[in-house]
């Protein structure tokens, strides 16, 4: 079966999960779920969540700190044992956290790159409909402009030349009076100067936004690749510095890391709120500027919805069709009577058309499927694209931050390693697998080679 | 300055460059470079491309084997010379082969998906366009319905109502001669139902080869991934086995990456094609079953072009609002009279505010912006986003055959360097960084141990 576009909008199951965090203020008191960026309380439960991502920062230096300190103070003892297993550990943990670091730094990518292709639909979205509400006013003003002046000058000529007659006199007063009837139809239809303004300022402001926060992952990104990749090539190198390098390197980007990490988290929370039930929040902050129906109207655009623009757009037919009758008339009647009317006349049907035209422009504007294909494609902008992107970004800081404690295990006991190896050089390491002695013993002693293999 | 929404298509600059590319057939003739996927000299320009990727397949083999029959043949020779720069170099060209293989498998997952996105967009469109053409067929069915069906019967009932009044009788007349107009406009506008057919048998076939596509290359983006880890730890553990098992899938992936190039190439051309001259295309493709002027009209949906249905509209509309104003007075004078006739003139008037709320939605669903917001998305989704991932994927198949062939060159000399140190076991490499005696050696001589660490 042919699968149908997509003409209603489901919130996506992880916007869900988001929603159901717990929504917390400074206080430690329950808050409201509800998207309310306005609220004090609203704002201190999102930024709980940071605080939530900073407390899990303090607790992961102070493990490393204790780790440290640990491994400084037992250095006595722990050298008298047999440090093989040791330098063997701290091989696969480099490659684990090389690898862990790869991976994080590809989800972060995909992350990014769909977080952008969200919020771009979104602003793409809001463009569109900026440039829609931008044509009804263009052709608003456009008509009222032919209506009331370009009529009213060939009213006043035919008013001359008809003088003598009453009758048609009083048929361009009718005409005055339809024309006057489409000014009121159009003067009641929605100024959306003041919504085109905000529009506009929120896509600018959404887009200049995203722009630095793309820019920060993609650098945050390629430092954690870096790092990862010079570190690894500072134990293969056995190089200190590079290493000693690397370690602050490292402690700032698990900062960064956690940082990011309570950032995308409370951005995902925040938007999950409004994308579990954006329409309420829409009709929340439009009401006091636009009428509830129109925004109804334009929210959901069922089938069995009336359209809020009808009985005007009627009307406005209406009275061009009636107008366009007498012009016919007039023009079948009065012209062999009076040919300098002719001119005039043809200028009030061509203008007649044009409006038509307009009119017709005007429905297709005003007719809720455009907008509401716009807000659709905005919202799965945001809600899929969008916050997908934030929850792989959120895994990327996670894995990060493992990754980097991994490492930041890790090259210590590289460095304790290097500096036994370096007072114990007669000792030929005969486990290495890179010592050409060793791989000679493992030849001979398959079992041992083995093992060794799976350390 | 507020950007605008974008209201024109512009062939991005990689479609030209594209474009631009030889198109010969396979008998060396230049070709026609406009697409036309029927022609078969065109369908042999675009073959004539994975020649050329075949052609490369070939020449980088017999390069491989020239290489590798090289180093058998001269095994004898080059063993008598130092064999320290060699082994160096088979780490440097392994890492590079790594890094390069990452790279490439980086870029192909970021491909892959921008060209997924581009096609779903084009999907999306299709499926736009399909659903906004069966809105309108569902419209002009109804309405025609209620006028054939519906006022048939309120006006059979209102004829037997009225039979002693000419007058009405006459009015009856005229509405059922204004109901046959709309019927008459309303088949005069153009059959949907066959485009529909295309457009979504297109988005289904497009949606079904896509899915296979990204599929594979999501496979093959997984294979390069590890078998470049798989040989990495292979070069690392010394292990035979794995490397021969690696050089076997490695010929594999050699030519899958060759045939990628070809294809993506291939098919990258062809869609640039398309891309540089849509609207010639579309037209060709369209001019037996819609006419030229609706074509034009969806096409470009500019102000100045007239609505070719404007006059249907205009006509349907006028109809409409003759019947309202003739119930309208049946119902004010003839209801006193006949009371029983109440219910169908309000039947009537039911009919006819319905008919109107269809024809603002025909108007809307008629006019040129949704079409053509969904032929532009389409567009922008193949040419830009499409086109773009090909080119990745193109970079990809480049990068990857690259990245095998160096590793298929160092392998082999791996090989020969683990069994040149198993035979000289005893003689312990003074240059292994891994070899802590060479450790000492360098540290007492830190010229040396430079120098090693930049080879």
Same mark, same amino acid.
């Given at each position: 079966?042919?699968?149908?576009?997509?003409?209603?909008?489901?919130?996506?199951?992880?916007?869900?999960?988001?929603?159901?965090?717990?929504?917390?203020?400074?206080?430690?008191?329950?808050?409201?779920?509800?998207?309310?960026?306005?609220?004090?309380?609203?704002?201190?439960?999102?930024?709980?969540?940071?605080?939530?991502?900073?407390?899990?920062?303090?607790?992961?230096?102070?493990?490393?700190?204790?780790?440290?300190?640990?491994?400084?103070?037992?250095?006595?003892?722990?050298?008298?044992?047999?440090?093989?297993?040791?330098?063997?550990?701290?091989?696969?943990?480099?490659?684990?956290?090389?690898?862990?670091?790869?991976?994080?730094?590809?989800?972060?990518?995909?992350?990014?790159?769909?977080?952008?292709?969200?919020?771009?639909?979104?602003?793409?979205?809001?463009?569109?409909?900026?440039?829609?509400?931008?044509?009804?006013?263009?052709?608003?003003?456009?008509? @009222?402009?032919? *209506?009331?002046?370009?009529?009213?000058?060939? %009213?006043?000529? #035919?008013? +001359?030349?008809?003088? =003598? /007659?009453? !009758?048609?006199?009083?048929?361009?007063?009718? @005409?005055?009076? *339809?024309?006057?009837?489409?000014?009121?139809? %159009?003067?009641? #239809?929605? +100024?959306?100067?003041? =919504? /085109?303004? !905000?529009?506009?300022?929120?896509?600018?402001?959404?887009?200049?936004?995203?722009?630095?926060?793309?820019?920060?992952?993609?650098? #945050?990104?390629?430092?954690?690749?870096?790092?990862?990749?010079?570190?690894?090539?500072?134990?293969?190198?056995?190089?200190?510095?590079?290493?000693?390098?690397?370690?602050?390197?490292?402690?700032?980007?698990?900062?960064?890391?956690?940082?990011?990490?309570?950032?995308?988290?409370?951005?995902?929370?925040?938007?999950?709120?409004?994308?579990?039930?954006?329409?309420?929040?829409?009709?929340?902050?439009?009401?006091?500027?636009?009428?509830?129906?129109?925004?109804?109207?334009?929210?959901?655009?069922?089938?069995?919805?009336?359209?809020?623009?009808?009985?005007?757009?009627?009307?406005?037919?209406?009275?061009?069709?009636?107008?366009?009758?007498?012009?016919?008339?007039?023009?079948?009647?009065?012209?062999?009577?009076?040919?300098?009317?002719?001119?005039?006349?043809?200028?009030?049907?061509?203008?007649?058309?044009?409006?038509?035209?307009?009119?017709?422009?005007?429905?297709?504007?005003?007719?809720?499927?455009?907008?509401?294909?716009?807000?659709?494609?905005?919202?799965?902008?945001?809600?899929?694209?969008?916050?997908?992107?934030?929850?792989?970004?959120?895994?990327?800081?996670?894995?990060?931050?493992?990754?980097?404690?991994?490492?930041?295990?890790?090259?210590?006991?590289?460095?304790?390693?290097?500096?036994?190896?370096?007072?114990?050089?007669?000792?030929?390491?005969?486990?290495?697998?890179?010592?050409?002695?060793?791989?000679?013993?493992?030849?001979?002693?398959?079992?041992?080679?083995?093992?060794?293999?799976?350390?």
């Amino acid at each position: 079966m042919l699968p149908t576009a997509r003409v209603d909008y489901i919130a996506p199951w992880w916007t869900y999960w988001l929603h159901n965090f717990p929504h917390v203020n400074l206080r430690f008191q329950p808050v409201n779920k509800s998207f309310n960026p306005q609220d004090d309380n609203y704002q201190q439960s999102l930024i709980f969540l940071v605080c939530v991502a900073a407390a899990g920062l303090g607790l992961n230096l102070l493990f490393l700190a204790i780790y440290l300190s640990c491994l400084c103070c037992c250095r006595k003892e722990e050298e008298e044992e047999t440090k093989r297993p040791n330098s063997c550990c701290v091989t696969w943990t480099a490659v684990t956290a090389g690898l862990i670091c790869c991976a994080a730094v590809g989800v972060g990518f995909y992350g990014n790159s769909e977080t952008n292709d969200g919020v771009y639909q979104l602003t793409y979205s809001l463009y569109n409909a900026n440039h829609t509400l931008g044509g009804v006013d263009s052709l608003v003003s456009g008509t @009222m402009d032919s *209506m009331q002046r370009g009529l009213k000058q060939h %009213l006043e000529r #035919l008013d +001359e030349i008809f003088a =003598t /007659r009453g !009758d048609y006199i009083q048929t361009l007063r009718f @005409m005055q009076q *339809m024309a006057d009837n489409v000014i009121v139809q %159009l003067t009641g #239809l929605p +100024e959306w100067g003041q =919504t /085109r303004v !905000d529009l506009a300022a929120t896509a600018v402001q959404i887009s200049y936004v995203e722009y630095y926060r793309w820019l920060s992952y993609l650098l #945050l990104l390629i430092l954690d690749l870096v790092i990862c990749l010079v570190a690894c090539l500072g134990l293969a190198k056995q190089s200190r510095w590079l290493l000693t390098t690397m370690m602050v390197f490292g402690v700032l980007t698990l900062i960064l890391s956690w940082a990011s990490l309570g950032a995308d988290t409370a951005t995902a929370v925040g938007t999950s709120d409004f994308c579990v039930a954006p329409d309420k929040f829409i009709m929340n902050m439009t009401h006091n500027e636009i009428s509830t129906d129109i925004v109804h109207y334009y929210l959901y655009c069922s089938q069995s919805m009336p359209n809020p623009f009808q009985q005007a757009l009627t009307i406005f037919q209406r009275s061009l069709t009636t107008m366009q009758i007498q012009i016919q008339g007039l023009l079948q009647f009065s012209v062999p009577i009076f040919p300098t009317a002719e001119k005039d006349l043809l200028g009030i049907q061509r203008l007649l058309n044009s409006s038509e035209s307009s009119l017709h422009q005007l429905t297709a504007l005003l007719d809720c499927r455009g907008l509401h294909k716009d807000y659709l494609d905005a919202l799965i902008g945001v809600c899929y694209d969008g916050v997908e992107g934030l929850l792989y970004l959120s895994l990327f800081s996670l894995l990060a931050a493992l990754a980097f404690c991994a490492m930041l295990c890790a090259i210590p006991r590289a460095w304790r390693h290097f500096a036994s190896r370096d007072r114990e050089y007669d000792d030929i390491d005969e486990e290495d697998p890179f010592n050409p002695q060793a791989r000679r013993i493992a030849a001979h002693n398959p079992t041992r080679g083995q093992m060794h293999s799976f350390c």
